[in-house]
């Protein structure tokens, strides 16, 4: 198993806490465990505790935008606004089954710089902020986006698997490694372009 997919118990305690303590997102920020920075790749962790099932989905910027600097042209900054554009879509990020009945309650995007160019879908209530960027001198150079989506799901049984879209909307993005935990219990998995239906 690689190192990044180990299952960090810390980490699915701090997103079951953010289940249940709704308006709290900077303490679960807080307390990322955050694998090795590596283009092309991405973490996912995913839980599901009731009616509330957080995605939360950690990557480098380069995977989203091609670059990992500050926006130093028109087109930069567009690239940012488009990628902060498809990251709020979470349905075109995922597919939820439908018998589950969840909807979005809201995504929010934690960038080093801003990815808010065009307005949420009606009623998706994302958002996007800077402010919690990771500093060059820490990081070397490398970015890192967070994005959290918060769905509330009618039918949570019916929750069986969730399929990452990611990797059509960011061609960039070749492996996402996943931490699932729910009701049915915890694993980890790694999913690729043409196998990117995780098992809950």
Not at 18 to 33: D, F, I, K
Not at 129 to 140: F, I, K, R, V, Y
Request: aromatic share 4%; hydrophobic share 45%; net charge negative.
């Amino acid at each position: 198993m690689h190192p990044s997919t180990r299952i960090t118990f810390a980490r699915f305690a701090s997103l079951v806490a953010l289940l249940v303590a709704v308006g709290l997102p900077s303490v679960a920020r807080a307390q990322h465990t955050h694998g090795a920075h590596e283009h092309g790749a991405a973490e996912l962790t995913v839980a599901l505790e009731g009616r509330a099932l957080i995605v939360e989905l950690i990557s480098p910027l380069d995977n989203l935008v091609g670059f990992e600097h500050a926006p130093a042209s028109d087109a930069q900054r567009a690239a940012l606004a488009e990628a902060g554009r498809r990251l709020r879509d979470a349905g075109a990020m995922f597919a939820l089954p439908a018998a589950a009945a969840c909807k979005l309650e809201h995504a929010e995007i934690e960038s080093p710089w801003p990815m808010a160019g065009t307005a949420p879908a009606p009623g998706q209530g994302g958002h996007a902020h800077a402010g919690h960027g990771h500093a060059q001198s820490d990081l070397g150079g490398h970015e890192d986006v967070v994005v959290t989506y918060r769905f509330s799901c009618a039918q949570p049984e019916a929750l069986n698997q969730l399929e990452v879209r990611a990797f059509v909307q960011f061609p960039r993005l070749r492996e996402l490694r996943v931490e699932h935990a729910t009701e049915r219990g915890q694993g980890a998995a790694v999913l690729v372009s043409g196998a990117a239906t995780l098992a809950l």
